[in-house]
């Protein structure tokens, strides 16, 4: 008991926290069972990084490779929170987005929080326009070794919606 509250108290006063799971490999989403009611707060279930992707990590950066409107792009996230900058795909005909983002790390879950910028194209009654939204990605390994993804994205409906994603490894 001693040895457990020295641990304890040496960890609070240097600061330690969990430690960074490696969510190296390639990971395939899990369908939900139907019917299967969503944890408080969530409004739906989808693959945000698509059915399939793959992850290059190291004790610096956390690289994801993934395939989105049938272009296959990479972004390496740095740990040391500074800002990546990458273009990624918009969508059927439309322009890709500008994303900056950084990563962050907190008791065990991997943050990515992006700041997107999307072009809309002119029509024949609207210029031009920009719109920006910030986005919010935790990514965290479950119990069962599952990886859970949490995706606030504020362009899908103008505001914020919270969407899980559940990933197994291949």
């Keep these: ?3 457990l509250l020295v641990s304890v108290a040496l960890s609070l006063m240097t600061g ?3 430690p960074r799971p490696d969510f190296s490999g390639t990971w395939v ?4 069972i139907s019917g299967t009611p969503l944890p408080a707060g969530v409004i739906f279930r989808a693959p945000v990084f698509g059915r399939e992707f793959t992850v290059k990590q190291d004790a610096d950066s956390i690289g994801i490779e993934r ?3 049938q272009k296959q792009f990479t972004v390496t996230y740095r740990f040391d929170g500074s800002a990546t ?3 990624e795909p918009g969508g059927f005909k439309q322009p890709d987005l500008k994303v ?3 990563a962050s790390w907190t008791d ?3 943050s990515i929080r992006s700041v ?3 072009t809309v194209p002119a029509t024949a009654t609207k210029p031009e326009s920009v719109r920006t939204g910030e986005a919010l990605r935790r990514l965290r390994l479950q119990l069962n070794g599952e990886l859970a993804i949490e995706s606030e994205n504020p362009l899908a409906a103008g505001k914020a919606q919270l969407a899980l994603s559940v990933y197994r490894k291949k």
């Design 116 to 118: 997107i910028e999307r």
């Design 16 to 18: 330690a926290q969990a």
């Design 85 to 87: 900058a990458s273009a």
């Design 29 to 32: 989403y899990v369908d939900p």
């Design 108 to 110: 065990g879950v991997l």
């Design 100 to 102: 900056v983002s950084r």
């Design 67 to 69: 395939t989105s409107s």
């Design 1 to 3: 008991m001693r040895g």
